[in-house]
């Protein structure tokens, strides 16, 4: 499993869900997180559209 492969690597994962397409980029853009996993940089410019204004 991922989990086992970097924690040998001491990175500690934690998994988080969201129901919400924009909750993750908020997260990410507010150093709450540091990645999302569906990321891809046309959807994190529509969010980033949507969330700030920009």
Known sequence: MVR???KKQN?????KYATDGLIPN???S???TDLNYFQHITYMQS??????GI
Do not use: F, H, P, Y
Not at 47 to 52: F, L
């Open 26 to 28: 908020k997260s990410v």
């Open 47 to 52: 969010a980033k559209e949507i969330i700030t």
């Open 11 to 15: 990175i500690e994962l934690r998994i």
């Open 30 to 32: 507010e150093n709450e």
């Open 4 to 6: 086992d492969k970097v």
